[in-house]
């Protein structure tokens, strides 16, 4: 078994829309770097933080609450290192809780030579999402592991689904300078809709499953509508109704919230198109006072990756 290994752990988008805790997709150019290294001395140990302010306790920190999980499962008592290079900001919708707990219980399976599957490890990593939100969900860690586009068909038994992912597909984020935590932005939610916005949900959600597989750009575009969560939780975003207005003016396939926010996504087929979103949203928050960055990146079909040392 190797001792020690560098990984990248991607950032995600969860939701796309119309799939509130079921659908998400993986990112290739932002996201989390981790050290995982095999320890003589039992236990999990968080030895390294750097890029945020994070608990070192195992237990307050979803990558030990995660890797714990996944040790108690493998049935040996080894000892486990962490090192923490966050680069991707909390409460930023982009999974950056996710990214932590599926990169280091990927390192960690990778380590130990593999005994799970990486469908396996998703409710390992799903128990540092308990920890970050109080809710176990899979729509940020799945894709995290599985790369591309991932499905949360069922939760109880959990059955999760890699989706085919059309290559020409790009997707611009902008992530405002807010923090809007996931347990806030969930409080926001009725606990109850309507039959006839049920329907129309699920439609958007077969529509877009069945445009990823057939690669017809303009299903994948008319499915990404969101009638239940969206208009809830779009007050909380500054200027979130002209970014999605200006995207969609300017060729965007689709935008909405990222997770539970306050980043928002635009889906684009070709990277011109992304750039060019990127852009014009660039100019509508420069008028803000708002700091924030932007993000353009393919979807990452593999999802966490090694790193060269």
């Given at each position: 078994?190797s001792?020690?290994?560098?990984?990248?752990?991607?950032?995600?988008?969860?939701?796309?829309?119309?799939?509130?805790?079921?659908?998400?997709c993986?990112?290739?150019?932002?996201?989390?770097?981790?050290?995982?290294?095999?320890?003589?001395?039992?236990?999990?140990?968080?030895?390294?933080?750097?890029?945020?302010?994070?608990?070192?306790?195992?237990?307050?920190?979803?990558?030990?609450?995660?890797?714990?999980?996944?040790?108690?499962?493998?049935?040996?008592?080894?000892?486990?290192?962490?090192?923490i290079?966050?680069?991707?900001?909390?409460?930023?919708?982009?999974g950056?809780?996710?990214a932590?707990?599926?990169?280091?219980?990927?390192?960690?399976?990778?380590?130990?030579?593999?005994?799970?599957?990486?469908?396996q490890?998703?409710?390992?990593?799903?128990?540092?999402?308990?920890?970050?939100?109080?809710?176990?969900h899979?729509?940020?860690v799945?894709?995290?592991?599985?790369?591309?586009?991932?499905?949360?068909?069922?939760?109880?038994?959990?059955?999760?689904?890699?989706?085919?992912?059309?290559?020409?597909?790009?997707?611009?984020v902008?992530?405002?300078?807010?923090?809007?935590?996931?347990?806030?932005?969930?409080?926001?939610?009725?606990?109850?809709?309507?039959l006839?916005?049920?329907?129309?949900?699920?439609?958007?959600?077969?529509?877009?499953?069945?445009?990823?597989?057939?690669?017809?750009?303009?299903?994948?575009?008319?499915?990404?509508?969101d009638?239940?969560?969206?208009?809830?939780?779009?007050?909380?975003?500054?200027?979130?109704?002209?970014?999605?207005?200006t995207?969609l003016?300017?060729?965007?396939l689709?935008?909405?919230?990222?997770?539970?926010?306050?980043s928002?996504?635009?889906?684009?087929?070709?990277?011109q198109?992304?750039?060019?979103?990127?852009?014009h949203?660039?100019?509508?928050?420069?008028?803000?006072?708002?700091?924030?960055?932007?993000?353009?990146?393919?979807?990452?079909?593999?999802g966490?990756?090694i790193l060269?040392?």
């Amino acid at each position: 078994m190797s001792k020690s290994l560098k990984i990248f752990a991607p950032a995600t988008v969860a939701n796309l829309s119309c799939g509130f805790d079921v659908l998400g997709c993986c990112l290739d150019t932002v996201g989390d770097e981790m050290v995982i290294s095999l320890s003589s001395t039992p236990g999990v140990k968080i030895t390294k933080i750097v890029g945020a302010t994070l608990p070192f306790e195992t237990h307050k920190n979803v990558a030990g609450v995660a890797t714990e999980a996944l040790l108690k499962e493998y049935g040996k008592n080894i000892g486990i290192e962490i090192e923490i290079y966050k680069k991707i900001k909390a409460g930023s919708g982009i999974g950056s809780s996710a990214a932590s707990s599926a990169g280091a219980v990927w390192a960690v399976n990778h380590l130990l030579d593999s005994p799970f599957t990486p469908n396996q490890l998703i409710p390992f990593a799903m128990e540092g999402e308990k920890l970050a939100s109080g809710n176990a969900h899979a729509d940020n860690v799945a894709p995290a592991l599985l790369g591309g586009f991932t499905l949360v068909r069922s939760y109880s038994p959990l059955d999760v689904i890699k989706l085919h992912t059309p290559k020409d597909l790009f997707m611009t984020v902008i992530h405002p300078q807010i923090e809007v935590k996931t347990s806030d932005s969930r409080s926001v939610i009725k606990n109850k809709v309507s039959l006839q916005k049920a329907i129309h949900q699920w439609g958007n959600v077969g529509g877009l499953v069945a445009g990823l597989y057939t690669e017809d750009y303009q299903l994948i575009g008319r499915s990404l509508e969101d009638v239940i969560i969206e208009p809830l939780r779009s007050i909380l975003i500054p200027e979130f109704d002209t970014v999605k207005t200006t995207a969609l003016k300017n060729g965007a396939l689709g935008c909405g919230i990222s997770g539970s926010g306050p980043s928002i996504f635009a889906l684009s087929r070709g990277n011109q198109n992304a750039i060019v979103i990127a852009e014009h949203i660039k100019k509508i928050y420069d008028t803000t006072g708002i700091d924030f960055d932007i993000h353009v990146s393919k979807i990452n079909n593999n999802g966490v990756k090694i790193l060269n040392n």
